[in-house]
């Protein structure tokens, strides 16, 4: 389809820029990784050692910058990100390899949950406007969704960790076993996921809850919502078919947008809940100046926008026939 | 001339808007009735209140409008006094509304067919055998391709979407089909060959038809008896013929005179000096007093009531005798 076969050309192409972008940004900036090692043991080092470490990091000045950029093009297809700085000598990619799931299926999940629900609530409170729902639920979230992450998080693990001792303190999992796919592994997992997940869901859902309410009080209004009543169908089909799903079309790409921004959303979650994923290591990236960990990052952060963006529009283009049209 | 009971009767039908400087009154005491297979046209000018009149009628209004007074009594059942559960049933099966605008009457994002199966199907459980040729049935019977129950409102014609509204309007072979100005949004070809066909449909199945437009000669071919509204309330109702050829309100007057006729001699169009008045504060009196051309003194103070004349009720103090 012609639409589909267009979104991927947008794709492949701002992935190409991103790419770029992350491949000239830290060449025109001061410095390299073999000087910060150096800077790191205060100089007593061997000029050999720095020979060794450039080699080892990949800086070799004797190429160009163009036989460089297509190395480098070639080493990121192939998953390889070069040497962590950090976590000396292992490689970028299997760092970023560890914290990926662990983020992935906490704030994705969360995100998910955040979206759906306020979409329900805020799809509910419209179709009562004025309603009991109404009157309670859209501002207290938003007054919630107001208060910062971190605060909420350690009010949460004040009250539901230390206080009642009905949760963890942190992490993802038993430090005591070791991952692996059982029942009882897994109920660890969302035994641990439970806080960090409830502090991200309460306060992001305000914000879903009063966007599907704005665009389904709209939507109501519409002909197609009295027509819909003119033809005597119940008002559940009324409420999700006719208007609930033409209400929801706007925010889908507000979702996607969100979606992509999980890996980087999470640094403050996973650090009041010193929980291993992705964000935390961006952090330790950053004090320590590890630049091949936080290009691989930001380059992963851009891609997930990307991909998040593009499945958006899938969704749309499935749910809205219009889009599917030449433009 | 009502032989049977009326499908519809109308009596004393008022609707306000509440709005923050009060209540205004957009229709005001209308009392009309629909014969079995009757068309009736009601005219007016755009803010005169017919298609709230129209969604009154059948139970459509939502705040800040409301039913103030009157019933609305069809097949003998009142229908002010229903509640939502109730008219439900009542609904599409037994009346259905065809809209302005197809365009913004059908979901966008269901296609033709399905938004069909989904009137079909809230009535009465059929197999999707039977909802397919009950759909492609409706479909010929507007003259569309049953190809486009699977198009979406989008991919048709705006003729064909106004068609296709009707196709679903017909789809119960209800008794009332209630039509909010349904070919205002096509131009006057395309508006006299759907005219055509909502007349033709209407003698084979035998509907009763309420027809609201403000374009009074399109209406004048097609409908048995004519209302003419003005500010709210009906102020002239009668055979067509008769309130076509011989209009008795003044306002009627004006409003032949505002469309040039393509037969007759060549006039001068004169049209109604003035604009519609503010509703919320309604002139006292005849409420067109204030743009009549033969307005006298009791105009101003005293309402008129319904004068009856030999095949019209007009509402005009000149038909006191």
Same mark, same amino acid.
């Given at each position: ?327 | ?37 009757? $068309? ?33 009594? $069809? ?247």
């Amino acid at each position: 389809m012609s639409y589909i076969a267009r979104r991927l050309e947008f794709f492949v192409i701002t992935v190409w820029a991103a790419l770029t972008i992350n491949f000239i940004l830290p060449r025109i900036m001061p410095g390299n990784p073999g000087q910060a090692m150096l800077v790191r043991f205060h100089g007593r080092v061997s000029p050999q050692t720095i020979k060794a470490l450039e080699v080892a990091f990949g800086i070799n000045n004797n190429e160009s910058i163009f036989q460089q950029y297509f190395e480098y093009l070639g080493n990121t297809l192939r998953g390889d990100f070069g040497t962590s700085l950090t976590f000396f000598p292992a490689p970028v990619g299997d760092i970023v390899k560890q914290g990926l799931p662990w983020t992935l299926g906490l704030v994705g999940m969360a995100t998910i949950i955040a979206f759906a629900l306020g979409t329900l609530i805020g799809m509910l409170s419209a179709w009562r406007r004025g309603g009991f729902l109404d009157a309670i639920l859209p501002p207290a979230f938003i007054v919630i969704s107001a208060f910062p992450y971190f605060w909420l998080g350690l009010l949460v693990l004040l009250v539901f960790a230390i206080t009642l001792g009905w949760f963890p303190l942190g992490f993802a999992y038993d430090l005591s076993s070791s991952i692996n796919l059982s029942w009882d592994f897994a109920g660890q997992v969302a035994w641990h996921g439970f806080l960090p997940a409830l502090t991200i869901v309460i306060t992001s859902i305000g914000g879903w809850i009063l966007t599907m309410r704005n665009t389904m009080i709209t939507t109501l209004a519409e002909d197609y919502v009295k027509m819909a009543r003119a033809k005597g169908l119940s008002p559940v089909r009324i409420m999700f078919m006719y208007a609930g799903r033409n209400a929801i079309l706007p925010n889908l790409t507000g979702f996607a947008m969100s979606l992509g921004f999980v890996i980087s959303g999470a640094i403050l979650v996973e650090i009041v809940f010193n929980y291993p994923g992705v964000g935390f290591t961006l952090l330790q990236a950053v004090h320590s100046e590890d630049f091949a960990l936080m290009q691989t990052l930001f380059l992963l952060i851009t891609i997930a926008v990307l991909v998040a963006v593009l499945a958006a529009d899938f969704l749309t283009a499935w749910l809205d026939p219009r889009t599917r049209e030449q433009a | 001339m009502v032989v049977t009971a009326p499908v519809l009767a109308v009596d004393g039908l008022s609707v306000d808007y509440i709005t923050d400087r009060g209540a205004v009154r957009a229709v005001d005491g209308v009392s009309l009735e629909v014969a079995k297979g009757e $068309f009736l046209g009601i005219v007016g000018e755009s803010g005169c209140g017919k298609s709230t009149l129209l969604f009154a009628i059948a139970r459509l209004l939502s705040p800040p409008a409301e039913i103030a007074a009157g019933s609305v009594r $069809f097949r003998g059942r009142d229908m002010v006094a229903m509640d939502e559960d109730e008219l439900r049933h009542v609904r599409w099966r037994d009346y259905s509304v065809v809209m302005q605008s197809a365009m913004n009457a059908l979901n966008p994002v269901m296609t033709i067919g399905a938004q069909l199966k989904d009137a079909i199907e809230a009535h009465e459980p059929a197999s999707s055998q039977k909802i397919r040729e009950r759909s492609e049935h409706v479909m010929r019977l507007v003259g569309i391709d049953p190809i486009h129950l699977a198009s979406y409102p989008h991919q048709l014609s705006g003729g064909m979407r106004q068609r296709a509204m009707i196709a679903m309007a017909l789809v119960f072979s209800p008794e009332l089909v209630i039509m909010d100005e349904p070919t205002s949004a096509l131009d006057v070809v395309a508006q006299r060959s759907l005219m055509l066909q909502i007349k033709e449909l209407q003698r084979r199945i035998g509907f009763a038809a309420v027809f609201v437009t403000h374009d009074m000669s399109l209406v004048s071919h097609f409908s048995d008896r004519l209302a003419v509204m003005y500010a709210g309330q009906i102020v002239e109702v009668g055979a067509t013929r008769s309130v076509f050829e011989d209009p008795k309100h003044p306002y009627t007057k004006g409003l032949m005179q505002s469309f040039p006729s393509i037969s007759g001699p060549k006039e001068r169009l004169v049209g109604i000096a003035g604009s519609p008045p503010d509703l919320l504060q309604p002139p006292a009196g005849c409420r067109f007093h204030p743009r009549c051309p033969s307005v006298m003194p009791r105009c101003r103070t005293e309402e008129p009531p319904f004068y009856e004349e030999p095949a019209d009720l007009v509402r005009c103090h000149l038909y006191d005798r």
